[in-house]
């Protein structure tokens, strides 16, 4: 089964602090994405990325930006944490887009 | 816009019968179609899929129809289980200049009673 592992659970940080958020799949899925789920939203898609070194914007790409440096490793950063970045994030992995395998979460918290 | 939505943000039934979850999207040139379970504290976790070329899909229990003239998607769950108890999601394959992405929909909160 495809594993995708997101580094933490349960995240609080304070505002204006650098966040990284980390995810790890082990099927050498060349495509991996960022989704914040809000609730009355549903998922909203961050960034993603085809291949190493590369990024595309998603949706709602103001105030983080990615870093995908190896195949398996995806990673979400918060510049400078706000509030209003208060969210579930879900990483995703996926073969050429399609059937995303998900991560458990990580709910942040920005106080 | 194009998106995806879906019908009841909450459906509650009882154990054993049979649930239907909609789905309404708006992309027409869509081509495949996923749905998607998300327990309490767990990431969304992969029902069953199927293709534009496709009106009916069955698994285990479950069952998708799609209905590309009025662009609608549906999900049957037969004898509805305790565990069925959760938040459902549809989502659509859009393909851009930049790839492909899936477009999610709201989610229905599926609440089973015993």
């Known amino acids: 089964d495809v594993k995708v592992t997101q580094s933490s659970r349960y995240l609080v940080k304070r505002t204006g602090e650098k966040v990284f958020l980390e995810c790890v799949q082990d099927?050498?899925?060349?495509?991996m994405f960022w989704y914040r789920q809000d609730p009355g939203l549903g998922l909203r898609l961050i960034y993603f990325s085809y291949d190493v070194k590369m990024k595309e914007k998603g949706d709602i790409p103001e105030g983080y930006s990615v870093s995908r440096e190896k195949k398996e490793r995806f990673s979400l950063i918060l510049e400078s944490a706000s509030t209003n970045q208060t969210s579930m994030y879900l990483c995703a992995s996926s073969f050429y887009g399609i059937s995303q395998h998900f991560g458990d979460g990580t709910r942040l918290s920005i106080l | 816009g194009e998106s995806v939505g879906l019908h009841l943000p909450t459906l509650s039934v009882q154990e054993g019968d049979n649930s239907i979850i909609n789905c309404a999207y708006s992309?027409?040139?869509?081509?495949?179609f996923i749905w998607y379970k998300q327990e309490s504290g767990k990431g969304p976790q992969f029902i069953i899929d199927?293709?534009?070329?496709?009106d009916k899909r069955q698994g285990q229990r479950v069952t998708v129809l799609l209905n590309k003239t009025v662009k609608h998607l549906s999900l049957q769950i037969a004898a509805t289980q305790p565990g069925d108890s959760a938040v459902y999601f549809c989502?659509?394959?859009?393909?851009?200049?930049?790839?492909?992405?899936?477009?999610f929909g709201k989610g229905t909160t599926l609440s089973v009673s015993s």
């Open positions: 199927i293709r534009s070329n496709m």
């Open positions: 989502a659509e394959n859009l393909t851009n200049q930049a790839g492909t992405a899936l477009i």
């Open positions: 992309n027409s040139a869509s081509d495949y």
């Open positions: 099927m050498d899925h060349e495509n």
